[in-house]
T-cell receptor
Framework: NAGVTQTPKFRILKIGQSMTLQCTQD?????MYWYRQDPGMGLKLIYY???????DKGEVPNGYNVSRSTTEDFPLRLELAAPSQTSVYFC??????????????FGSGTQLSVL | QKEVEQDPGPLSVPEGAIVSLNCTYS??????FMWYRQYSRKGPELLMY????GNKEDGRFTAQVDKSSKYISLFIRDSQPSDSATYLC??????????????FGQGTELSVKP
């Protein structure tokens, strides 16, 4: 039972480089999310998707892009990496429906450092 | 003022102690309340879920919601070293998380010493 799988687990980028964080889920969940977690700051929503072909901005979308071509995959793209993007990134998914869409299933995270 | 406030700790207790973790919130529209547990270097996992005022018990864990005071708590009885983790409260309004509206607290880091 894989659940939500994120790759890579760790990455170091130089300022200005780009990269894609991969996320895939095998639970057939319609909803998928990208969060970042900074020390003492909790989880901040970057982007979310309610289904294939549909994405929307969260609280902190600047510097990121997403796409959702399939139900299973929800990659997060960083363009022109900046030190402020140093963080731990979590992908999550949930099923639609009242009482269900708040129950998020998280991946194990990607620790990103931009130097 | 943040919508959800949670003392980040860290909180250190001896094994067997009763632990109280708390969150306050300012938005009276919140209807659903959750506690997520996050072990080091792992993603959060849902621990408790409540949608009304009062208490909900699950083994050694009790979630308490007081909507009149805008205050939620998680109690851990007979705490174990395996309970050492960061605990995040989360809450959302009546429409649920369809619009990505789930709001997390900052998380409280708990350490239970043998």
């Amino acid at each position: 039972n894989a659940g939500v799988t994120q790759t890579p687990k760790f990455r170091i980028l130089k300022i200005g480089q780009s990269m894609t964080l991969q996320c895939t889920q095998d639970m057939n969940h319609n909803y998928m999310y990208w969060y970042r977690q900074d020390p003492g700051m909790g989880l901040k929503l970057i982007y979310y998707s309610v289904g294939a072909g549909i994405t929307d901005k969260g609280e902190v979308p600047n510097g990121y892009n997403v796409s959702r071509s399939t139900t299973e995959d929800f990659p997060l793209r960083l363009e022109l990496a900046a030190p402020s993007q140093t963080s731990v990134y979590f992908c999550a998914s949930s099923a639609p429906g009242q009482g269900a869409d708040e129950k998020l299933f998280f991946g194990s995270g990607t620790q990103l450092s931009v130097l | 003022q943040k919508e959800v406030e949670q003392d980040p700790g860290p909180l250190s207790v001896p094994e067997g102690a009763i632990v109280s973790l708390n969150c306050t919130y300012s938005n009276s529209a919140f209807q659903y309340f959750m506690w997520y547990r996050q072990y080091s270097r792992k993603g959060p996992e849902l621990l408790m879920y409540t949608y009304s005022s009062g208490n909900k018990e699950d083994g050694r864990f009790t979630a308490q919601v007081d909507k009149s005071s805008k205050y939620i708590s998680l109690f851990i009885r007979d705490s174990q070293p395996s309970d050492s983790a960061t605990y995040l409260c989360a809450m959302v309004g009546a429409m649920g998380n369809q619009g990505g509206k789930l709001i997390f607290g900052q998380g409280t880091e708990l350490s239970v010493k043998p």
